[in-house]
């Protein structure tokens, strides 16, 4: 079984950074981490969880939100099994529990219903 644990959470002020962490082990059998394409979501209080950012078998070919594009980057270290969030200029609107996601894919996609493997979340606080 596919286990996903996401690090790296805090609390931070508006406008600083935090770097978020998902480490995956249990993988399929006959499967690398490389043949698993890599999202992270974000769910805030009272709110639906929705898409942040995903990313390919590669690390090539990424996509993101609107809501965060050009301040998050996502990567991923196939050698390490590991996938990042790089999240800076962070706004109190950000606040949320981040989660990390997989599916046995090339293809990363924004739709939550696609992915298999969901990890446990890790919160993000954003102060004013």
């Known amino acids: 079984q596919v286990q996903l644990v996401e690090s790296g959470g805090g609390v931070v002020q508006a406008g600083g950074s935090l770097r978020l962490s998902c480490a995956a082990s249990?993988?399929?059998?006959?499967?690398?981490?490389?043949?698993?394409?890599m999202g992270w979501f974000r769910q805030a209080p009272g709110l639906e969880r929705e898409f942040a950012a995903t990313?390919?078998?590669?690390?090539?070919?990424?996509s993101y939100a609107d809501s965060v594009k050009g301040r998050f980057t996502i990567s991923r270290d196939n050698a390490r099994n590991k996938v990042y969030l790089q999240m800076n200029s962070l706004k109190p609107e950000d606040t949320a529990v981040y989660y990390c996601?997989?599916?046995?894919?090339?293809?990363?996609?924004?739709?939550?219903?696609?992915?298999?493997?969901w990890g446990q979340g890790t919160q993000v606080t954003v102060s004013s």
């Open positions: 996601a997989a599916r046995i894919s090339i293809s990363g996609s924004s739709s939550a219903g696609d992915y298999t493997y």
């Open positions: 249990g993988l399929t059998s006959g499967l690398t981490f490389s043949g698993y394409a």
């Open positions: 990313v390919d078998w590669s690390g090539g070919g990424t």
